[in-house]
């Protein structure tokens, strides 16, 4: 069972966010789905299906995803077959391409076009609760408005809430070489990028109500060769490189992006976290 709600009218087409957008000036993300890439998570398909191993999706949970992007996750939700899933995002053609999954299963489906700091769901109204890649993007008042959302949405007694995000590391990561990953994170997606440590993210989870309970790192490696075929399979590795080789100013973008995450490497890595909502806090 599909159905979409939106606050207006949506586009007749798919497309993906940020189509007819020059390639020199779109978001990063948009670019790279633009050109076919589908896995936009930082640490990639492992570190989302370890998140979701975490979660323990079931057949009894219902289940809410925060910018929930052009649904890369969903399949792998739905395949756990949960009562419901609804979808959270505020571009419109994603919620376009959300409304239109189909489950394995009898899951319920929605896909809903809201901010993920203001769902306009109702309170209690899921067991899980989880975003990949967003609050990354966020700043710190932005951040914290989202937890406590997520926190809101979950059924105290059984909820459980999952983050994959960027990761500054080590914890103590001087502050000036922070402030210029930030700056250079900016300057190449054409927006804004904000990690925290994993002490930071733990904290912010912390404050919104929640307990962490689980906590997995990864490699920040999205444009790596060896990540982006295991994320994406050879052909559509193969058809994303064909495109961007076939657009010079998106070449340029990629190439830019694949070189500011490989200068931090040893700074900037991936990181999943499971939660729960604290006792004191319910």
């Known amino acids: 069972m599909v159905r979409t709600d939106h606050d207006q009218s949506l586009p007749g087409n798919t497309t993906a966010p940020g189509a007819g957008t020059d390639a020199s000036r779109m978001p990063g993300h948009w670019l790279l789905a633009r050109l076919g890439k589908r896995v936009l998570r930082p640490g990639g398909l492992e570190l989302t299906r370890w998140m979701l191993d975490a979660l323990a999706v079931g057949p009894d949970d219902r289940v809410v995803e925060l910018a929930a992007g052009l649904g890369a996750t969903a399949p792998l ?30 899951t319920e489906i929605r ?60 914890d103590d990561i001087p502050p000036a070489l922070a402030e210029r990953i930030t700056a250079d994170l900016h300057e190449a997606l054409h927006m804004g990028a904000r ?34 075929i295991a994320d994406e399979g050879p052909a559509r590795a193969i058809g994303v490189a064909g495109r961007a080789l076939r657009d010079p ?34």
């Open 111 to 170: 896909a809903v076009r809201a901010d993920a700091a203001r769902t306009g769901l109702p309170d209690a109204s899921a067991t899980v609760v989880y975003g990949e890649a967003m609050l990354s993007m966020q700043p710190l008042p932005a951040k914290r408005r989202i937890v406590r959302e997520a926190r809101r949405l979950l059924d105290g007694s059984s909820g459980r809430y999952a983050i994959h995000e960027l990761c500054l590391r080590p």
């Open 249 to 282: 100013s998106a070449r340029r973008r990629v190439m830019h992006l694949r070189a500011v995450f490989h200068r931090h490497r040893d700074h900037l890595g991936a990181i999943s976290l499971l939660a729960v909502p604290t006792a004191s806090a319910q």
């Open 195 to 228: 990690p925290l440590t994993a002490t930071g993210w733990s904290g912010l989870l912390t404050e919104g109500g929640f307990t962490v309970t689980a906590l997995r790192t990864a490699p920040m490696a999205l444009l790596e060769p060896r990540r982006f």
């Open 77 to 106: 939700t739905l395949a756990r077959t949960p009562a419901a899933y609804v979808a959270v995002d505020r571009e419109p053609a994603a919620v376009a391409r959300l409304g239109s999954l189909v489950a394995p299963g009898p």
